[in-house]
């Protein structure tokens, strides 16, 4: 049995899975979808109503267990170095002195191990030559924790070979980068047999993605556009990027008895464990505003960009013929002049242009052009707006957005030049999170206690920042001043994107930076 879901602007297969109860896959697999990035508006999709997880049949714990303090749930999931699942990996987790033993499934995972809330434990692993090492510890404080732990090597089934073979011509041309995992059976010049398998590290950038691994070549001509390295377009993308997530649930389990607890109405109480290996979702979309797509950018933000010269976007929309020019009669005086001005070219063969009052992307960016979150009423620029779904725009996007903000930041005579990768990518984020004229008023510390009060609400909701501004005796501005400078300098690292942390650039805190740009008049 199945029920029927129809698509709707700004859903992503991620999100309807989970609104409806099932995983991503099964979704996928359910309506034979070969890439999750791609659904479009209007799609049926069927969703399964007995989804793999839904909850078996158990033997009921009493009402005395139900107020008993229930189990924590540990998920770990192992990968190789090519980000693919480790079968029949033997591991043990040991908690508290307590020694869980379990294989890898096909999946790469263990069955959810039950442990009492505050446990240290400590994860081993089976050595190809006998015996275990630890590869991790952490402690459960979490209802329901999972972790994804990925190995440096690759295990690969090699067949034997005679030595002293044929020998491999080596090519003249430099091999193309084959995908991480591609396994090449050869030779080596002197006949002997090679079994070489492509690895994402080390590679000549020094850039590690790992699940994000596929954007590679995004991410370096990216970088190559603003001159920045790579592994700062990396972070910023981590920082900016929702990641795709799958949510199960687990029943909780009471930890003497080993039976599930229930509630009032009989059924199982369960808890949410959340899956999430890093991956950029290309189908991100807020719920409260426009923003959307891997680089979160708004309705009028995109816009903007599209139309402004020498942005990757603004080639697109250019070679689309969507953004072209025409003559206007202005009347100064007496005398009637004639002048050419952008505009933008709607699916009817009418063109919109600029008024007194608003410029052409403020006329674009309202109605009746866009008439709720990322809808338009034109399908030119309905297809502008969906491009932000495109990683090759967003990626593209982001770096110009960046490269514009720091010429800004010079311009208003901020010490920009000069700062190295680091710096640069934290005035980056900072100026796409709030905006080039937010991002000068915080630099210089100038920002109002009401409009910080209103960003810092925007960002963690009501609750979380009323709790932040009580720490700061009320006061809105020091919160929110807190908040972001900590937020920047924990989400733009561009060591752990390395393969070799030993070449990265020392950092500098974000408030270091700032006090040493702002302008000293």
Same mark, same amino acid.
């Given at each position: 049995m199945s029920k029927q879901y129809t698509v709707q602007k700004g859903d992503s297969l991620t999100a309807i899975a989970r609104d409806n109860g099932v995983t991503p896959r099964e979704l996928a697999q359910a309506n034979g979808i070969s890439n999750p990035d791609f659904i479009k508006v209007g799609q049926q999709l069927r969703i399964p109503v007995a989804p793999s997880h839904s909850v078996p049949v158990f033997t009921y714990a009493s009402a005395e267990d139900a107020q008993s303090e229930y189990s924590r749930i540990l998920a770990l999931t192992f990968v190789d170095a090519a980000h693919q699942p480790i079968d029949a990996l033997g591991v043990e987790v040991h908690i508290d002195g307590e020694v869980v033993k379990h294989k890898t499934d096909s999946a790469g995972n263990v069955p959810a191990i039950s442990v009492d809330k505050g446990a240290q434990i400590q994860v081993h692993v089976e050595k190809v030559g006998g015996g275990t090492k630890k590869v991790s510890e952490l402690k459960i404080d979490s209802d329901a924790t999972h972790m994804l732990l990925a190995?440096?090597?690759?295990?690969?089934?090699?067949?034997?070979?005679?030595?002293?073979? &044929?020998?491999?011509?080596? &090519?003249?041309?430099?091999?193309?980068?084959?995908?991480?995992?591609?396994?090449?059976?050869?030779?080596?010049?002197?006949? =002997? &047999?090679?079994?070489?398998?492509?690895?994402?590290? &080390? =590679?000549?950038? =020094?850039?590690?993605?790992?699940?994000n691994f596929k954007y590679r070549d995004l991410v370096i001509a990216a970088a190559k556009r603003i001159d920045i390295a790579p592994q700062a377009v990396a972070a910023i993308m981590n920082a900016e990027a929702a990641t795709i997530s799958t949510t199960t649930y687990i029943p909780k389990i009471n930890r003497k008895t080993g039976k599930p607890l229930i509630g009032k109405d009989g059924q199982p109480l369960q808890t949410e464990l959340v899956q999430n290996d890093g991956e950029w979702d290309t189908r991100s979309a807020a719920k409260k505003s426009s923003a959307r797509g891997m680089t979160q950018f708004l309705d009028g933000s995109w816009i903007e960009l599209a139309l402004t010269n020498g942005t990757f976007l603004n080639d697109r929309v250019t070679k689309e013929g969507w953004l072209t020019k025409t003559k206007i009669q202005e009347k100064h005086g007496k005398k009637i002049i004639e002048r050419e001005v952008p505009a933008f070219k709607l699916a009817n063969g009418t063109l919109a242009t600029a008024t007194k009052q608003h410029s052409l992307s403020q006329v674009l960016s309202a109605k009746p052009y866009i008439t709720a979150y990322a809808e338009a009423t034109d399908a030119h620029l309905q297809k502008l707006l969906d491009l932000r779904y495109e990683p090759e725009y967003a990626i593209n996007t982001a770096v110009d957005y960046g490269k514009i903000n720091l010429r800004?930041?010079?311009?208003?005579?901020?010490?920009?030049?000069?700062?190295?990768?680091?710096?640069?990518?934290?005035?980056?984020?900072l100026t796409h999170h709030l905006g080039l004229g937010d991002a000068k008023d915080f630099i210089r510390n100038r920002m109002s206690a009401k409009h910080a009060e209103y960003i810092l609400k925007l960002q963690i909701k009501d609750a979380p920042a009323e709790n932040l501004a009580k720490n700061e005796h009320g006061d809105y501005l020091k919160a929110h001043r807190k908040w972001l400078l900590n937020y920047i300098d924990k989400k733009i690292d561009l060591v752990p994107k390395m393969c070799d942390k030993s070449k990265a650039t020392p950092a500098r805190p974000l408030l270091a930076i700032t006090e040493a740009i702002a302008p000293k008049t």
């Open positions: 190995s440096p090597k690759i295990k690969l089934a090699s067949e034997l070979k005679v030595h002293e073979g &044929p020998a491999q011509t080596a &090519p003249t041309d430099k091999p193309a980068p084959q995908p991480v995992g591609t396994e090449t059976l050869t030779r080596s010049a002197n006949g =002997n &047999p090679v079994h070489a398998v492509a690895m994402e590290c &080390p =590679n000549p950038e =020094n850039l590690r993605l790992q699940a800004g930041l010079t311009a208003a005579g901020f010490l920009v030049d000069g700062l190295n990768d680091p710096d640069r990518a934290k005035l980056i984020y």
